[in-house]
Every structure is written in structure tokens, then in C-alpha cells.
């Protein structure tokens, strides 16, 4: 199923294997998603798994539950992020998501865990609200075989 936004572009995709509307027909439950929302950059997509989710009236905001993992398209310097949540909320419309339960970050070889997240998805940023933990690694200097062969690569 494709979903689009009041301006006629992509809101988002979403497949699974079981698609179910409510009674009014206003709001989408599904099992098991795959969910593709676009990026800036054109061909890139976040893409988001889940358990089951809600797709509200209109499509601006899907709920996403149980173990919800969403990778981002790579940043500059070609990692990915992804974020690991019981719950998320992504609003379309507005290019962003957020929850408010416990979240693992993880991008490159560094990892932030914390409590709450706001997402902001056409700008490829994210605010962590409390609780937080990180572990960074940096990224070795370019040409800098010293630090590749301290990361364990050969």
C-alpha cells in the first residue's frame, strides 16, 4: 500500500501480511509491517519494522509497536543509523517521529541509549529528551591505517 500526502507526494509504503481496516474504515491495523518513508535525498528511504502497527484516518500518523527497529538512509559519511524501541509514532506530513519509551541508538560503532527521542526525518536529525547513555567511537582519520588496525580491520 502506498500512502500520500496532501500535496500528492509520497507520505509513505508499507507492506506486511495482513492489512485490516476498522469498522469506519478510518484507521489501518497490520501485522507484522515494512514500512518505507522517504528521505531528502532522492531514492534514499527510512525504513521501519515492526511488530504490528495503527495507520490513523488520513494516514498522518502511524504507531508503530513491538520491536520497532528504523534505519536511516547513510549520513555523509555512509553509516546508517538505526533506532531500536518498543513504540514509535511517525507523522508523515510533518517528517518526524518520536516516543517517549526507552531507545538504542546505534551509527557507525557508537551507541546511545536513552528515554524519549524526536526525530527529525527530512533532516536526518535526532534529539535524545533524558536518560541518556553513549558509547562513541570515533571514526578513524581518512588514510589513518594506525586506527583501522586498532578497530580490529585487516
Not at 527521542?117 to 541518556?132: C, H, P, R
Amino acid at each position: 500500500m502506498s500512502a500520500l500526502r496532501e500535496d500528492g507526494s509520497e507520505g509513505f509504503t508499507v507492506a506486511g501480511p495482513l492489512l485490516e481496516r476498522d469498522g469506519e474504515g478510518a484507521a489501518i491495523v497490520l501485522s507484522t509491517p515494512r514500512f518505507g518513508f522517504p528521505a531528502r535525498q532522492p531514492g534514499r528511504r527510512w525504513e521501519v519494522r515492526s511488530g504490528s502497527a495503527w495507520v490513523g484516518p488520513d494516514h498522518r500518523e502511524v504507531r508503530l509497536l513491538e520491536g520497532v527497529e528504523m534505519d536511516g538512509p547513510p549520513n555523509r559519511h555512509g553509516e546508517a543509523v538505526r533506532f531500536s524501541t518498543d513504540r514509535l509514532s511517525v507523522f508523515p506530513e510533518e517528517d518526524r517521529a518520536r516516543t517517549d519509551a526507552a531507545v538504542t541508538i546505534v551509527q557507525g560503532r557508537s551507541i546511545l541509549r536513552a528515554t524519549g527521542l524526536e526525530v527529525d526525518l527530512e533532516a536526518q536529525t535526532y534529539e535524545l529528551l533524558a536518560d541518556v547513555d553513549a558509547i562513541f567511537h570515533p571514526r578513524p582519520a581518512a588514510g589513518d591505517t594506525a586506527g583501522r588496525r586498532a578497530g580490529g580491520q585487516r
